[in-house]
């Protein structure tokens, strides 16, 4: 209020001429005024604010974009990562089971051989022991034949000598036996023990 | 022309005075305070145009500068005064701001020194301008009975006090808002340029009529204080605008929005 009262009375001072008031508009000073502030108005309305609100938005719509690139790159990223991840332990689980799988064959393989190894040994010692059985028959039934003979052989020579004499007799036993060794130092092992049983 | 008269009666120091603010006319009718409203919208119209010519979404120093400006007025005077709304208005409250600040600093400016808006016109038909338009805004928001019985019995409020209340509202938007804008701003600025005149002319004076031990010390403490007080009117002028435009803002975020 009291400054519309030192209104009131500046006005009347500029009325009455003595010192101009500073509250008395000067109508030149309005018009300059009015039509510089109207002109820069419409200049900068019309040239420079929509340039500003447009790189606002661009601006915005840029940092906006590069964040939303920075995710999408990031998300990327853990995607990669998990893909590897899943890869290498893949991989880890590959070479496990390859090993084990290699343990487990290699372990076949050694039973496998050792089986075979051992049939074949078996084989071989049954055929062994079928050939010497094979020619151990032959040579009994060899002797046996033999042994006849000469039993049958022996017998007519104590016969055919007479048995008068013992020391004859025992002469042709000697000679015989010796005979028999003979034959036997030739013939195969088994001819004896058929020779006493003849 | 108050340096002059301070030469010619050198035994007396007249103090500046309303007269002070009144300048003989450069030519015409055109004064230096006219000159001084032309060369800042010139200089604020060229700043802006050259700042936004290259405009780009990496911005360079001036255009920085510039939107920093105009991202000042967006964000926080309108964005805070008037709220979603307020982008509309930012193209007259950021134009308002600029013209405010180039007419106010201009009287700190060396070879103009004199703020244009210490002349009542300057912010009279600024203050006119806001008002017609915050007005206009809540009549059209409002509807014209709508606008004044919420401005004069705001809800939320004893009826017992609408007779107090509502004349004071209706005076208080109708006729107080664009007094005290002018007022506020002008006087601002003109006492602001009396002291720093009282202090320089006064300074001089003492020095140069006065002279002696008391005029040299006296003077140099009265210059140096100019100094200082020439700062502090640089810091007043940019507030005074600020506050210009902030209640502008204010005032139109008030005439869109029913309750107070």
Not at chain 2, 213 to 232: N, Q
Request: hydrophobic share 50%; charged share 20%; with cysteine.
């Amino acid at each position: 209020m009291s400054t519309l009262v030192a209104a009131a009375v500046l006005v009347a001072q500029e009325a009455e001429g003595e010192e101009p008031s500073p509250l008395f508009p000067h109508l030149s000073e309005l018009i300059v005024g009015l039509v510089a502030f109207a002109l820069l108005f419409f200049f900068l309305s019309r040239t420079v604010w929509p340039m500003f609100e447009r790189t606002y938005a661009e601006r915005t719509a840029a940092i906006e974009g590069g964040i939303k690139r920075a995710q999408e790159a990031q998300a990327e990223a853990q995607r990669a990562l998990e893909q590897y991840r899943a890869q290498l332990a893949d991989a880890r689980g590959e070479a496990a089971r390859i090993r084990e799988d290699a343990k487990t064959q290699g372990a076949a393989i050694l039973a496998e051989m050792r089986r075979s190894a051992q049939a074949d040994a078996d084989r071989i010692v049954e055929r062994a022991h079928t050939q010497v059985a094979a020619e151990r028959e032959q040579v009994v039934r060899s002797l046996r034949a033999e042994v006849g003979t000469l039993a049958t052989e022996l017998a007519e020579r104590v016969v055919g000598e007479s048995l008068a004499d013992d020391a004859r007799a025992q002469r042709v036993v000697e000679r015989f036996l010796a005979e028999l060794e003979a034959s036997e130092a030739a013939g195969p092992d088994g001819a004896r023990p058929g020779a006493r049983e003849a | 022309m108050n340096a002059w008269r301070t030469v010619a009666m050198s035994e007396e120091f007249h103090a500046p005075g309303p007269g002070d603010f009144d300048y003989p006319p450069l030519f015409g009718w055109f004064t230096k305070p006219m000159l001084i409203v032309v060369l800042g919208t010139l200089v604020v119209g060229a700043f802006f145009y050259f700042a936004s010519r290259r405009a780009s979404i990496v911005p360079g120093k001036l255009q920085f500068a510039a939107e920093g400006f105009y991202g000042f007025v967006r964000n926080q005077i309108a964005a805070d005064a008037i709220g979603r709304e307020g982008i509309k208005y930012v193209p007259y409250l950021a134009t308002l701001l600029a013209f405010l600040v180039a007419l106010n600093i201009s009287g700190i400016i060396p070879p103009l020194q004199f703020p244009a808006t210490s002349k009542i016109a300057i912010p009279l038909f600024l203050a006119v301008i806001s008002w017609v338009i915050y007005n206009y805004v809540g009549i059209r928001r409002q509807g014209f009975g709508g606008y004044f019985t919420n401005m004069m019995f705001p809800s939320g409020v004893p009826p017992l006090i609408y007779p107090l209340l509502a004349p004071i509202e209706f005076l208080s938007t109708v006729v107080f808002r664009p007094v005290t804008l002018t007022l506020r701003l002008t006087f601002n600025m003109f006492a602001g340029h009396l002291v720093l005149l009282l202090c320089i002319l006064g300074g001089e004076f003492l020095l140069l009529h006065v002279r002696g031990l008391v005029g040299f010390s006296a003077g140099a403490v009265a210059i140096l204080f100019g100094i200082v007080m020439t700062f502090f009117e640089g810091f007043i002028q940019l507030l005074q605008a600020y506050v210009f435009v902030l209640l502008s803002a204010i005032y139109i975020g008030g005439a869109l929005t029913h309750d107070h």
